[in-house]
């Protein structure tokens, strides 16, 4: 079956600028994982889901970002007025229930350049 | 999250086996460990866990120590496509995985 998808696979954009990043998770998955990876560290936790409400956003950096996921299916991340520090790629995840006890299926992830 | 050490990198010849240890000594009696993997340009993939007793999956092994202060993650049989980094993970919460910078596996020709 389909795994999880992730767009724009790749995003350039300007300092100051809106960006929206993508993710579709597994269908019938609850949960809904937003993480930041940076080059050569480890995913850094952003925000999840549990259904449509945000369970933990205690992980985004400031609020300039911002999660939804209005129908508990496919969720959106928006940075507004973005700066070169939030280049990364961005990596979501689903699993069927929040809860580490449950597997998360990661995304190939949405690099995003900021210049 | 309980904190986890790894090695930043190790090597090992294709075809034998690779034993990737962590330290988690600070891990409470109801906490699992976890490992997943993240191979080039691809998202993290969920490996193995385990409480207290050794584990075993079509992936790997995983030998947990008995005061579980430590764990070791086996591939029996490293092959090219191992290359990547393993992440040892404790969670403390039920809720979220906090990853560290794991350890960057290389599998030799």
């Known amino acids: 079956g389909a795994g999880v998808s992730q767009t724009p696979s790749n995003k350039v954009t300007e300092k100051g600028k809106y960006v929206e990043l993508r993710c579709d998770p597994i269908?019938?998955?609850?949960?809904l994982y937003w993480y930041r990876q940076s080059l050569g560290q480890g995913p850094e936790f952003l925000i999840y889901f549990q259904g449509t409400g945000a369970a933990d956003d205690s992980g985004l950096p400031n609020d300039r970002f911002f999660a939804v996921r209005p129908e508990g299916s496919v969720s959106t991340l928006k940075i507004q007025r973005t700066e070169r520090g939030d280049s990364a790629v961005y990596l979501c995840?689903?699993?069927?229930?929040?809860?580490?006890?449950?597997?998360?299926?990661f995304g190939p992830g949405t690099r995003l350049t900021v210049l | 999250d309980a904190k986890t050490t790894q090695p930043p990198s190790m090597d090992c010849a294709e075809g034998r086996a690779a034993n990737l240890p962590c330290n988690h000594s600070t891990i409470s009696g109801n906490e699992y460990v976890y490992w997943y993997r993240q191979i080039h340009s691809q998202g993290p993939q969920y490996i193995i866990h385990?409480?207290?007793n050794n584990e075993t999956n079509e992936m790997a092994s995983l030998i947990i120590t008995e005061d579980r202060k430590s764990s070791t993650l086996i591939l029996p049989h490293a092959t090219l496509r191992d290359t990547a980094v393993y992440y040892c993970i404790v969670p403390r919460r039920d809720d979220k995985i906090i990853f560290g910078k794991g350890t960057r596996l290389h599998i030799l020709p």
């Open positions: 995840a689903s699993s069927l229930r929040a809860g580490v006890y449950n597997e998360q299926f």
């Open positions: 385990g409480l207290k």
């Open positions: 269908s019938g998955h609850t949960a």
